[in-house]
């Protein structure tokens, strides 16, 4: 995989935390395909993840680009309780390693991640940390997500849970 692909699926995984704690999400939104799924699986014990979201409990599952969409109009139209108000977030995104098995038409984006989540009604800070598992897609004119997988180190959860928190 050459360097220029490899800086360009980097920066898009740089981008979508950004868009995120910005709260642009029609960006957000923008960076992912049509058919992608966005996947935080539970633990089964202290080693193993669930590996099927159609038979094991998940945190989160959303197979297509519009239910992310629902899930944002939920949360900029005060539908969603766990987003009122809109919690304030920082995420940082490092130890970022991109491959490619097929010349850049899809690129595998492994990364550490850790989010930090103002919630206003409790004046706190709640923070999540785990692993991304992002693969990206070629459409053409740019990479879009096929498939984010967000692994919780911390599955504990003291707080609820919303896409954008994590």
């Known amino acids: 995989m050459n360097l220029e692909l490899r800086l360009q699926a980097c920066d898009l995984v740089s981008r979508e935390a950004q868009y995120l704690d910005q709260q642009h999400w029609q960006e ?10 966005l996947w935080v699986p539970t633990w089964k014990d202290e080693t193993e993840l669930t590996s099927d979201p159609m038979t094991e409990l998940s945190f989160i599952y959303l197979e297509g680009r519009a239910f992310l969409e629902e899930r944002v109009q939920r949360v900029i139209s005060g539908r969603a309780i766990s987003s009122v ?15 490619s098995d097929d010349d850049g038409a899809t690129v595998t984006v492994d990364s550490a991640w850790s989010s930090h989540v103002y919630l206003h009604k409790d004046a706190g800070f709640v923070s999540y940390a785990g692993r991304y598992e992002h693969i990206l897609r070629w459409d053409g004119s740019g990479y879009r997500i096929a498939r984010k997988k967000i692994i919780l180190t911390n599955d504990f959860l003291a707080s609820k849970l919303d896409f954008f928190y994590i």
Do not use: E
Request: glycine residues 8%.
């Open 28 to 37: 957000w939104l923008a960076l992912y395909a049509a058919d992608a799924v």
């Open 85 to 99: 108000p809109i919690p304030r977030t920082t995420h940082v995104v490092g130890g970022t390693l991109a491959h």
